[in-house]
């Protein structure tokens, strides 16, 4: 049985398909990045700028497993005779493609392969099975004003009207495809405004993401939609990344590994929230099925993937599930994270849904962390119009809109403080349920417990001099700031150097730095915090 989240479509036929030959595809983790031409010194030749940048905003080190995999094995694995598909910085992985399954068995005689996982067979025409999907709702005329319901029960349109639409904000979604967004009217203002930043599918490298299924482009017309009087998303001035990852036609664990691969993507180009409308338990195969004891955090490729997504800065958005009134019953990977914040359904009066998945992890964790609108959410339809769908994987995307904005008002505080604050926010906390978690988050109740921080970023104002420094820098604050004062530098790496201090006083609003002079040339970033404020800003050392 598929357990993606996908459950916004039925199915309505399944027509074998035969096929003289299979292609297999392989997980082959390697023991060491020995030999690679890359270092963590010189994160600009494998990692963003914006990548860099997130890791300086948060503390995050650049760490060897930042670092491209080894081109020599995977050359090694080419003379072998094998496709390699992609491979993976954070796991030291390969993906690999072969006509041949027994051919693996050479891999068993090199001395740098770790280990070896089947993903998949599929057949070399089209895959094992074809499906015809289509929408589980009909098309219906639209009462306008519901489309502001899956915002406003948040409290979302206080963070709009402030503003924070998620400008400056990137978005990667991971999912089955993005039909036509490049002609649907709800992504006009998306084109016209150049907030597409890229495309890239995974599953089958090079095609086309809009010609493909309309799962990923209703997901995200949640967030980027913008049609005024139907329908407005949550963060409809973000710019996305589309990634396929999902092949909406078979479940089987190489789509986990497609979504590791996506995440790696969005993670070097920049991105800052992952939302992924997926989750995996049961399999074509029933032997590679998942058990709930495996919803423990830690067992699942793809929920190490996210987690490790989350460790580079990212926050990771995930539906909860959609097997609430099913056997299954409980979450399923990847949003048994930790790390990650899995979103449940309720409907357009704020009650749990019953085919939202429920908590809590095996090792008896709260999941989900949060719900939002996923029964009657509304959506840009694929013939054109818009109108209600339901699933946790359009409860998501609510919620990662929303972060979005919020995020965007407050920029210095890192990725597990927002899933934080959205907990404390909710409608539950602190005593939460298996059902909804926390509860339904409230924007306004958000951003009022964040400002009782009093650390709210703004750069504007404070100014550096010299820039470029040679031996001393004097930092000009653009107003009385308090009577005390905390600066640290950290590397382009993201790691805090020796030269940190603090500076007491009534009325501060100038300080010098020194030891300038035993810092090594380069670029870094000056890092000033106040009683009411988080400053950075970039200077070079000669």
């Known amino acids: 049985m598929k357990q993606t989240c996908l459950i916004f479509i039925l199915l309505l036929s399944v027509i074998p398909v035969s096929s003289q030959s299979t292609i297999h595809k392989f997980w082959i983790s390697f023991t060491d990045k020995n030999g690679t031409q890359y270092n963590i010194n010189n994160p600009a030749e494998y990692l963003s700028e914006r990548a860099i940048e997130r890791r300086i905003r948060y503390s995050i080190p650049i760490t060897e497993s930042d670092l491209p995999v080894n081109t020599a094995y995977i050359d090694s694995l080419k003379n072998i005779g094998f496709s390699v598909l992609y491979t993976s910085r954070w796991f030291n992985s390969a993906v690999i493609s072969t006509l041949d399954s027994g051919q693996i068995n050479l891999t068993s005689q090199i001395p740098f392969v770790k280990s070896v996982m089947h993903l998949s067979r599929d057949s070399v025409t089209e895959g094992g099975k074809h499906k015809a999907l289509i929408d589980k709702f009909a098309t219906e005329s639209l009462d306008y004003g519901l489309a502001a319901t899956q915002i406003k029960i948040h409290h979302g349109d206080a963070l709009h009207s402030w503003g924070y639409l998620g400008q400056d904000m990137v978005i990667a979604v991971l999912d089955a495809g993005f039909y036509n967004v490049d002609s649907l009217r709800a992504f006009d203002s998306l084109r016209m405004n150049n907030q597409i930043l ?103 490729l793809v929920t190490r993937g996210a987690d490790m997504a989350a460790s580079k800065g990212l926050l990771v958005v995930v539906s909860a599930g959609n097997s609430g ?218």
């Open 325 to 542: 009134d099913k056997p299954w019953l409980y979450i399923t990977a990847p949003a048994d994270g930790d790390s990650v914040m899995a979103v449940g359904a309720i409907d357009q009066t704020g009650m749990y849904v019953p085919f939202s998945s429920q908590g809590p992890t095996y090792d008896e964790r709260i999941k989900p962390n949060i719900v939002a609108v996923g029964f009657g959410t509304f959506t840009q339809k694929f013939e054109g119009t818009v109108g209600p769908g339901a699933g946790t994987s359009f409860s998501a995307p609510v919620i990662s809109g929303l972060a979005a904005c919020l995020w965007q008002k407050f920029r210095t505080i890192p990725n597990y403080e927002i899933i934080k604050v959205m907990e404390q926010s909710s409608s539950l906390f602190p005593y939460p349920n298996n059902l909804i978690g926390y509860g339904i988050p409230n924007m306004t109740v958000a951003n009022d417990i964040i400002t009782g921080y009093t650390l709210i970023q703004d750069n504007r104002g404070l100014t550096i001099f010299p820039n470029p420094a040679v031996s001393a820098i004097s930092v000009s604050l653009p107003a009385n700031e308090g009577n005390y004062i905390q600066y640290d530098i950290f590397d382009i790496a993201g790691r805090k150097i020796d030269i940190s201090g603090s500076v007491t006083g009534t009325g501060i609003t100038e300080f010098t730095i020194r030891s300038v002079d035993k810092m090594t040339p380069g670029i870094y970033i000056l890092q000033v915090t106040t009683q009411s404020y988080i400053y950075s800003v970039k200077f070079i050392k000669k």
């Open 198 to 300: 890229g495309t890239r599918d995974f599953v089958k490298p090079g095609n086309d993401v809009f010609r493909g299924h309309t799962h990923g482009m209703s997901v995200l017309s949640i967030m980027g939609g913008n049609i005024p009087g139907e329908l407005i998303g949550t963060a409809p001035a973000a710019s996305y990344l589309l990634l396929r990852s999902e092949d909406a036609s078979s479940e089987q664990k190489i789509e986990e590994a497609n979504w590791i691969a996506a995440a790696e993507y969005a993670d070097s180009a920049g991105a800052d929230i992952i939302n992924s409308s997926l989750g995996y338990s049961e399999f074509n195969d029933s032997l590679q099925n998942y058990t709930y004891k495996d919803m423990d955090g830690n067992s699942t």
